[in-house]
């Protein structure tokens, strides 16, 4: 049986996960605001040192995965910008740069990070933010996005999104992970009714965008269905998963981006064994 952190564990889908994995035996250090087993705040730099350093001490240096499911939604109000991107970037990639020793010790570790199908159905958003992100450059990200006023919230949320799902694709392929045994991927819910969804349904404005929001299938997905999906991804059928983005969302991201993804490969940025297949 392994040993697994799980941010968000006390809410939604994080909970879910957490108690999926101790239900199959596992051990599992959670991590939250609240009712956790590591009591920390991931908005604040210190606050996310504090959560890595005792995670590490309580796991003895050794985890066989994690889910990065703490987040917060797209709160009205321009202030929230920078706590958005705080909890739903760095909240993620921060936490995962401390803990990479502790996975490639266990040599087969998974890693989860709960992305968003906002990452590929919401207009509109910056992606000089998500490159500022992606920089590490969070007062420049805040910068770009508070200019949009009120939809600066919606905006930040898809940002932060985006740029925490490219970060697990160019890391995931990289000698410190997958060559360290590392799989990291990301899951991409669309809408769940967690308590940060019931968030949403109780502001009317909020309500109505949620409410017409496109979902071939209909209705809302089920945290628990989501934990199972998890839970398959940390497991050894995910050995060969690896930087992938995995959609559940009953059919949104395909509604609006059905021929955007796959996509071939734009000739002139063929990679340099294509060019060598070619030549020969
Ligand atoms: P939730 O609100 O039920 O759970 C989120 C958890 O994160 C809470 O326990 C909360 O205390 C924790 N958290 C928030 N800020 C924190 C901080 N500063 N430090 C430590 N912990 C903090 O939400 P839900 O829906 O389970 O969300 C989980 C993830 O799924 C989030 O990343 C969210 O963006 C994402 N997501 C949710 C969707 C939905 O419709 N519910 C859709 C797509 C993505």
Not at 84 to 96: D, K, M, P, R, T
Not at 123 to 128: D, H, I, S
Request: net charge positive.
């Amino acid at each position: 049986m392994g040993t697994y952190v799980v941010t968000g564990s006390a809410s939604g889908m994080g909970c879910a996960a957490a108690e999926r994995l101790r239900a199959d035996g596992h051990r599992v250090i959670g991590v939250d605001l609240r009712d956790a087993e590591v009591i920390a705040d991931l908005s604040t730099v210190n606050g996310r040192i504090e959560a890595a350093v005792a995670v590490l001490e309580l796991a003895g240096g050794r985890l066989d995965g994690a889910v990065l499911a703490a987040g917060v939604g797209p709160l009205p109000g321009r202030d929230n910008v920078k706590l958005i991107l705080s909890v739903n970037y760095f909240g993620v990639v921060e936490l995962l740069q401390k803990w990479q020793s502790a996975f490639a010790t266990a040599g087969n570790a998974k890693v989860v990070v709960v992305g968003s199908n906002s990452s590929t159905t919401m207009p509109m958003v910056p992606l000089r933010a998500v490159r500022a992100l992606l920089r590490d450059d969070l007062d420049g990200a805040v910068k770009t996005l508070r200019r949009y006023r009120v939809v600066a919230p919606s905006l930040t949320y898809g940002a932060s999104k985006i740029a925490v799902s490219r970060w697990i694709r160019r890391n995931a392929v990289l000698p410190d992970w997958a060559g360290a045994g590392i799989r990291l991927n990301v899951i991409a819910p669309g809408a769940i009714r967690t308590p940060l969804l019931e968030k949403q349904l109780a502001s009317p404005r909020e309500a109505k965008a949620v409410q017409s929001f496109p979902v071939p299938v209909g209705g809302f997905g089920d945290p628990e269905h989501l934990a199972e999906w998890m839970v398959f991804m940390l497991s050894e059928a995910a050995d060969f998963l690896c930087g992938s983005v995995i959609f559940v969302d009953g059919g949104s991201d395909a509604y609006f981006r059905a021929d955007d993804w796959p996509r071939r490969v734009p000739t002139l940025r063929l990679p340099a064994y294509a060019w060598k297949f070619l030549r020969r």
